[in-house]
């Protein structure tokens, strides 16, 4: 199947999706070290569908699993569920990270993206379109799993959860703690601080062991997610707090009908939990590898299973044309192409680049323009193109899929 390019053109009305720009002097919340007066507060793009949203976070614990990556006796996991709420009246907006986290940001996140700033940009500002604890529509609704790329946190993949929770769609987007960049806890643990850091300095896929430990840990987590979500349709609460869960939550979540999508190897993690678990139907890969890297320098890479045998479900693969790594991503994706039975579509965002499927699309432009990046690093993270074009093609790529394959009702 041939891909197809997506191009620039916009609709003057997809303009107003990314208005705003940056705000500087806002209230702060983070903890130490406290923003400066002078500390930018980026803005996320506001979602478009019909639906308010609310928004609540879950605590799970794997009793059955030791962490893989540092001496804790339990794996740990923590989600955000977005969902279409019945009324936000006396909820408030939450905000896009916990103070911990936002604090941690500046020192963790730009190991893995060197364009962002390590000062200048108050994290703990920027809020969301989502009410806390927000009571849902009580109607059974699709949900969709999303796993963010390798050393990112969930709180990256804000803008799409938003809209997809806007159209209809039940949203839970995953943390890998000790792959993401920084995860915060509602309660302390032996073995581990209140918000937990990455244990990665560098691209995991260069080392063969860690990326295949990095793969199966996030296949097992996203098997445990979609595990304690069956509770709460079952009238348990999953949190292993027993934190109240929003009202009729339990009576929003569909578990007969779910969908994943994730980026980078979030995206392998998407494709490939698909191919492993009958309950997932469809699925979306932003430019995530499927194949393992070369044991060896100058061999291919072994491909998963999902690119060695195919897939009988649907199968999203959505690409950019500047990812540096695309002529290495090519073999695995012609694999499940020819392999797919014809589940398998691909498409190609111009003049775009990694970074673009996350909340980065939206906030280089605004870094930016506040000079703190440089227009060759915002060119590197997510590409040339701007964010009134990139926000609204992905959310439209990600949304016409699951709609087609996955509706919910409006």
């Known amino acids: 199947m041939g891909r197809r390019t997506l191009t620039t053109g916009a609709a003057a009305a997809a303009l107003l999706l990314v208005g705003g720009g940056f705000a500087r002097g806002q209230s702060a919340t983070s903890k130490s070290p406290a923003p400066r007066t002078d500390d930018i507060t980026l803005r996320l793009p506001a979602p478009t569908g019909p639906h ?62 060197t364009e962002l700033p390590t000062s200048g940009v108050d994290w ?5 379109h989502a009410h806390t604890d927000a009571p849902a529509r009580p109607e059974r609704r699709p949900v969709l799993l999303y796993s963010p790329g390798g050393g990112d946190p969930r709180t990256l993949g804000t803008g799409l959860a938003e809209e997809l929770a806007s159209r209809g769609y039940v ?8 792959d993401g960049s920084e995860v915060e806890f509602p309660r302390d643990r032996a073995g581990r601080q209140r918000v937990r850091t990455t244990v990665f300095r560098g691209n995991p896929r260069t080392d063969p062991k860690l990326f295949r430990t990095m793969v199966g840990t996030r296949l097992a987590d996203t098997r445990f997610v979609l595990d304690q979500l069956a509770l709460p349709a079952a009238g ?5 707090l027993g934190r109240p869960l929003p009202e009729a939550l339990g009576h929003a979540l569909d578990p007969r009908r779910v969908g994943i999508y994730g980026h980078s190897v979030g995206g392998t993690t998407a494709a490939q939990a698909m191919y492993e678990d009958r309950r997932i139907g469809a699925a979306v ?27 009988d479900r649907p199968l999203l693969l959505l690409g950019t044309d500047g990812f540096p790594e695309r002529p290495a991503l090519e ?6 192409l020819t392999h797919g039975h014809g589940h398998v579509r691909r498409r190609q965002l111009a003049h775009a680049t990694h970074g673009v499927f996350t909340d980065y699309a939206a906030f280089a432009p605004q870094l ?43």
């Open 52 to 113: 308010p949203i609310g928004v609540t976070s879950l605590y799970l614990v794997d009793r059955s699993r030791r962490d893989p990556w540092e001496p804790i006796a339990v794996r740990e996991v923590m989600v955000s569920v977005f969902y279409p709420a019945r009324t936000v009246h006396g909820r408030p907006v939450a905000p896009q990270m916990a103070p911990g986290a936002a604090a941690a940001l500046p020192s963790v996140d730009p190991l893995f993206h």
């Open 124 to 128: 703990a500002a920027t809020r969301t």
């Open 171 to 178: 949203v839970v987007t995953i943390d890998h703690p000790g």
């Open 236 to 240: 348990r609460n999953p949190d292993a």
């Open 285 to 311: 890969d932003l430019e995530g590898f499927l194949d393992y890297p070369p044991e060896r320098s100058g061999r291919g890479g072994r491909l998963l299973p999902v690119a060695r045998y195919g897939v």
């Open 331 to 336: 073999p695995s994706w012609s694999a499940v």
């Open 368 to 410: 930016q323009a506040a000079g703190l990046m440089t227009a060759a690093g915002r060119n590197s993270l997510v590409g040339t193109i701007d964010p009134a074009v990139s926000v609204p093609l992905v959310r439209s790529e990600v949304y016409s899929f699951f709609a087609r394959h996955l509706p919910a009702p409006h």
